[in-house]
């Protein structure tokens, strides 16, 4: 998964240890979940959460897309 991450780049966020997370496609979060555009929900592990705020925050404040 290290390696995935690195070839994926900075529009992905590994939430949990099963799940990288395209911040183009999330269409809303909680503090354990992260719902996508297709409808999948994917677990957020409760040590990445705030790591997963400040990255989405700052992916979203340098123009990226956000589906609502």
């Not at 992905?12 to 297709?38: G, L, P, W």
């Not at 979203?60 to 956000?66: A, C």
Request: overall charge positive; some cysteine; hydrophobic content about 35%.
């Amino acid at each position: 998964m290290k390696e995935l991450e690195k070839v994926l780049g900075s529009t992905f966020y590994r939430c949990h240890r099963c799940y990288i997370v395209n911040m183009e496609k999330i269409s809303a979060y909680s503090a354990d979940n992260i719902q996508v555009t297709n409808g999948d929900n994917m677990l957020l592990a409760r040590k990445k959460y705030f790591g997963f705020i400040k990255t989405y925050m700052r992916y979203v404040k340098n123009g990226g897309i956000v589906n609502v």
